[in-house]
């Protein structure tokens, strides 16, 4: 097993008041050439948007856009007619494709919204866009893992990649294996909440690490903690 560990602190980092963002990978002017990329996760982004603010409309292509908010809501419109709202348990994917505007703003005029921008490249290029977005229950990711974006899985969100990705809500003390879900993928682990234990590595909140050569990855939990699960390819084609 390989793994290349990224804490909370090392990220980049941008505050321009109406936006708080830190870069797990180089993004905007943050640049970090050992920093680029974990295979096709391109982008990792962890933003508080402040009420009433947001990102106006701009374009995107052939990448597929991942949003999951942590707490407030988010709006989400583009020019593929899509308008929306999303909140925490949602999971929203935009598959840019051939190209498609968006924007998003802090659905609320005074509360800060907190999500996670997620860039992942495409298995496909050039495909038609494709929105899609799943709220789901966190009551069934309690000591367990709960696929939320799968190319294959019913119930799961889509995404034009051969990418997995799993929320887990462990409960101190647990001890919990996960299979990677294709052989030669890597899976990228990103902590929400609290601590864990991967193999001997320990991770506190907002701390990441990727591993691969491996087909299990074993979590402890060494206090109640939220987990974001990235399984994704190794190889950027």
Avoid: C
């Avoid at 909140?87 to 935009?94: C, E, G, S, Y």
């Avoid at 939320?148 to 899985?153: A, D, K, M, W």
């Avoid at 990855?217 to 950027?236: C, G, H, K, R, W």
């Amino acid at each position: 097993m390989k793994t290349v560990l990224h804490k909370a602190e090392t990220r980049g980092h941008a505050n321009h008041g109406w936006l708080n963002s830190h870069h797990t990978f180089s993004f905007a002017r943050y640049h970090n050439p050992e920093r680029v990329h974990f295979g096709v996760l391109r982008v990792l982004n962890d933003d508080v948007v402040q009420g009433g603010m947001g990102f106006g409309t701009h374009p995107h292509d052939n990448m597929e856009i991942i949003s999951i908010p942590l707490e407030g809501a988010l709006e989400h419109k583009d020019s593929m007619g899509s308008k929306t709202v999303i909140h925490q348990n949602d999971v929203q994917i935009m598959s840019a494709g051939t190209g498609v505007s968006h924007s998003e703003y802090n659905h609320s005029k005074e509360e800060p919204v907190n999500f996670l921008q997620i860039w992942v490249f495409p298995k496909e290029k050039n495909i038609e866009p494709r929105y899609d977005q799943i709220t789901f229950n966190p009551e069934d990711r309690v000591n367990r893992w709960q696929r939320v974006v799968s190319p294959t899985e019913e119930g799961a969100v889509w995404i034009n990649q051969d990418a997995y990705f799993s929320l887990g809500n462990l409960t101190e003390g647990t001890a919990l294996d996960y299979e990677v879900a294709q052989p030669g993928n890597g899976v990228y682990v990103f902590v929400l909440k609290g601590s864990v234990t991967v193999g001997d590595q320990a991770l506190h909140q907002r701390d990441g690490l990727g591993v691969w050569s491996t087909d299990k990855i074993t979590f402890q939990a060494d206090s109640d903690a939220e987990v974001l699960l990235m399984d994704i390819p190794m190889s950027v084609n």
